[in-house]
């Protein structure tokens, strides 16, 4: 993937994806130069509702730097009442 907007840290990405179920696996992401920079591992799928997977960890390497993030996830909630308009920008602004 090639990013449109113009001033993105990033030349490109490239996304690897489980094909029997449509999961994203791995995100490679390509600086300026076009080196590798930072590559975001998604793991610990579970499915929700008989058809949404999501990822319960996800883990980010910088390649440059060495440095290392991990985002685990408990329990994800869905159909929980909330409807477009509560996520409109006055209905937003309104929260803070």
Known sequence: QIPTYENSGY????VWYDKAEY???KIDF????DSLLKTLTYGDYRQY??????????????HQT?????LLFD??????????K???????????
């Open 30 to 33: 390509y600086d300026r130069k």
């Open 75 to 84: 329990d994800m909630k869905f159909q929980t009442g909330v409807s477009e």
């Open 66 to 70: 060495g440095k290392k993030t991990r």
């Open 11 to 14: 030349t490109r990405t490239e």
């Open 49 to 62: 509702l008989g058809k949404y997977w999501r990822s319960h960890d996800m883990y980010v390497v910088n």
């Open 23 to 25: 999961r994203q696996q």
């Open 86 to 96: 509560d996520l409109s920008k006055n209905s937003l602004k309104r929260s803070r």
